[in-house]
């Protein structure tokens, strides 16, 4: 099977997808299965889906697999929305045993970090050159920051202090919702952090993924900033596709 279709699968605190990736295109070869995330989330429970979804496609090679993590040579040392028995977990030693792999055949790394590698190769950011920032606006903000399509993994820019507060808990899409604040409210509150991420590192284009990306239309052209900021183009496939270009082509690009 040659280096032109590869595997991935996105853990999340809800789900767990997997699927077959066309590396040429960037698109899923195929449906993607989905299976809800165990309760408690432990590494263990959590290994067992993960090796179910593979088996399922009879997939034999190299393996991706994302974690709401920060991941360090494939240990976890952070852990958000699944259990905290995640935190100083080899991550990449366990998937590689429950699928029958070597350590090198499985690269686990951060879920921001995977769809910001998708829309730099395929995607919205795709022969952009300086700094391009991914930002997810989920329940919490993830991000990405690339240097002429090479990342700097594991930044954590959704915990910003921004006036006192951490930026996420400010400006996540879930605060949108738990506050019920117009699209006019919250997207003030995103151009207060964005002005201050810009302040930091000086971004070339920041690309707005999450949920909401699906509804650019209503809050891109409120906001009040200097970056060109441009709606993600892979939706919820880009942590798959991230996951399976990073095991083929490697992380760094």
């Known amino acids: 099977m040659g280096t032109t279709r590869g595997f991935g699968i996105d853990i999340g605190g809800s789900g767990i997808k997997g699927g077959l990736v066309d590396l040429e295109t960037g698109e899923l070869d195929g449906e993607r299965l989905r299976i809800v995330t165990p309760q408690p ?3 263990d429970a959590v290994a067992d889906v993960v090796a179910e979804i593979v088996e399922k496609f009879g997939w034999t090679g190299p393996v991706g697999v994302t974690l709401p993590c ?6 976890a040392l952070t852990a ?3 259990d905290k028995g995640w935190v100083d977990t080899d991550a990449a030693a366990l998937f590689a045993q429950r699928l029958g792999r070597t350590k090198e055949q499985v690269v686990v790394l951060n879920d921001a970090d995977a769809a910001g590698l998708a829309e730099v190769r395929y995607g919205a950011g795709r022969d952009q050159s300086g700094v391009v920032v991914l930002l997810t606006f989920g329940t919490g903000i993830g991000s990405a920051v690339f240097l002429d399509g090479r990342l700097l ?4 820019f959704g915990h910003l202090e921004v ?3 951490d930026a996420e808990k400010r400006a ?3 605060v949108k919702e738990d506050k019920d ?7 003030q509150r995103v151009s207060r952090y964005l ?13 707005a993924g999450g949920g909401v990306s699906k509804k650019a239309d209503k809050w891109l052209p409120l906001l009040k900033v200097r970056t060109k900021v441009v709606p993600a183009a892979l939706k919820n496939e880009a942590g798959i596709v991230g996951a399976a270009a990073a095991a083929t082509h490697g992380i760094g690009h």
């Not at 604040?181 to 997207?187: A, C, G, P, Q, Y």
């Open 70 to 75: 920060v991941v360090k040579r494939g240990v």
């Open 80 to 82: 958000a929305n699944v």
């Open 41 to 43: 989330s432990t590494p």
């Open 163 to 165: 006036d006192g507060h």
């Open 172 to 174: 996540a899409a879930s």
């Open 195 to 207: 002005r201050t991420l810009e302040d930091l590192i000086w971004p070339d284009l920041v690309i």
């Open 153 to 156: 993994p594991n930044t954590e």
């Open 181 to 187: 604040l117009s699209w006019e409210e919250w997207t």
